[in-house]
């Protein structure tokens, strides 16, 4: 599975983006989904993860939880991730991952996902 992340940009704080990650090579039907973001200086963290289709919905880490969405589109072999109300601290690079292996729960540990995107950076000023 390949996937290209894309969306990022410059934004003001309180404004939104939306992020996309296509798939290719292999349908993500089956697939877990995950977000996650890497700050300057700072760990790789969990944003959010939709199930394979068919799975156990969407998880959202803490912090973009009532902010953040993520969808999937199947037929686009396509991930969003909706954000709104962004801030300072939601700044950093955002990289799409998946994850084959079907679970009942949603992985949050990104040791989990086997494929990852390039990541595309989001950047929000004050």
């Known amino acids: 599975v390949q996937l290209q992340a894309s969306g990022g940009g410059l934004v003001q704080a309180g404004g939104s983006l939306r992020l996309s990650c296509a798939a290719s090579?292999?349908?993500?039907?089956?697939?877990?989904m995950g977000w996650f973001r890497q700050a300057p200086g700072k760990e790789r963290e969990f944003v959010a993860a939709?199930?394979?289709?068919?799975?156990?919905?969407?998880l959202y880490a803490e912090s973009v939880k009532g902010r953040f969405t993520i969808s999937r589109d199947n037929a686009k072999n396509t991930v969003y991730l909706e954000m709104n109300s962004l801030s300072v601290e939601d700044t950093a690079v955002y990289y799409c991952?998946?994850?084959?292996?079907?679970?009942?729960?949603?992985?949050?540990?990104?040791?989990?996902?086997?494929?990852w995107g390039q990541g595309t950076l989001v950047t929000v000023s004050s």
């Open positions: 090579g292999r349908n993500i039907t089956d697939h877990t």
């Open positions: 939709i199930s394979w289709t068919g799975g156990s919905g969407t």
């Open positions: 991952a998946a994850d084959p292996t079907i679970l009942r729960r949603i992985p949050t540990s990104g040791h989990e996902y086997d494929y």
